[in-house]
């Protein structure tokens, strides 16, 4: 059907004038509708990325706090609380210690005087009143000088070495003083020993002894004699004085 000429005419005059303006230009129209979602995105692209460099980048809030966060002062490591006390450091070597002394050592440096550096005798010394006394000496045998001190432990032994009687009671006859007695190589300490004569009791004696056993002062070993000058005790009489520096 052919169309009215003004009609036809008009559409061809409004497409041209959609499309192209006096400089060849698009305007208006289809297309430019079209385009306008592009430059949308484009610009929000655009700004995304402005706002992702402005974040991330070096000068960014994210940097700024992680460089805060480096810079800020950390606090000291705290100090432990223990209550023990520091070590020292171990000396080098131990500090020297005083040689503790011997058993037998004396405050004047002089040693006792040992029962293996002693010899035993026993001297008849007369008779008085009603009693027989009897010097005990110790002598010493060593290279050096000893002490002796107090009284010596005095018992008697039959032929089997059975205890006779009773072991001698302390007295205080004789020299000794109770002071120590310093005896050189070769020197003497005295004690008295005492028992009552067979005349005055009526007889009544213990059996005849074989060995003289004699504990010297101080000591736990015994030296002893066969050579008894003729002691027997009598009456149950029996005593030994102190140690001293001569004889009685």
């Not at 990325?49 to 980048?57: E, P």
């Not at 050592?105 to 002693?118: N, Q, Y």
């Not at 010394?125 to 002490?147: A, H």
């Amino acid at each position: 059907m052919v169309q009215p000429p003004g009609r036809a005419g008009n559409r061809i005059s409004m497409s041209h004038t959609h499309r192209r303006d006096g400089h060849g230009r698009r305007r208006g129209g289809p297309d430019q509708a079209r385009g306008r979602p592009r430059g949308v995105w484009g610009a929000a692209l655009a700004l995304a990325c402005a706002a992702a460099l402005t974040a991330c980048g070096p000068d960014g809030g994210d940097a700024d706090a992680a460089g805060a966060a480096s810079d800020a002062p950390t606090s000291p490591a705290a100090t432990p609380t223990g209550t023990g006390t520091p070590a020292e450091p171990a000396p080098s070597s131990p500090p020297p210690t005083s040689a503790a002394p011997s058993a037998s050592a004396k405050p004047g440096g002089i040693a006792r005087c040992e029962t293996d550096g002693l010899a035993l005798s026993l001297v008849a010394n007369g008779q008085e009143m009603n009693s027989k006394y009897f010097d005990l000496r110790l002598t010493n045998t060593g290279s050096e000088p000893c002490d002796l001190l107090g009284h010596p432990g005095v018992s008697l032994l039959d032929a089997g070495g059975k205890r006779v009687g009773e072991p001698a009671t302390r007295s205080q006859d004789g020299t000794g003083d109770g002071g120590a007695v310093r005896l050189r190589p070769g020197q003497a300490a005295h004690a008295t020993v005492k028992t009552a004569g067979e005349g005055v009791t009526d007889g009544r004696c213990w059996p005849e002894a074989a060995t003289l056993l004699v504990y010297p002062p101080g000591s736990r070993q015994t030296v002893n004699t066969a050579d008894l000058a003729g002691l027997k005790v009598c009456g149950d009489s029996f005593q030994v004085g102190p140690v001293g520096d001569r004889a009685p």
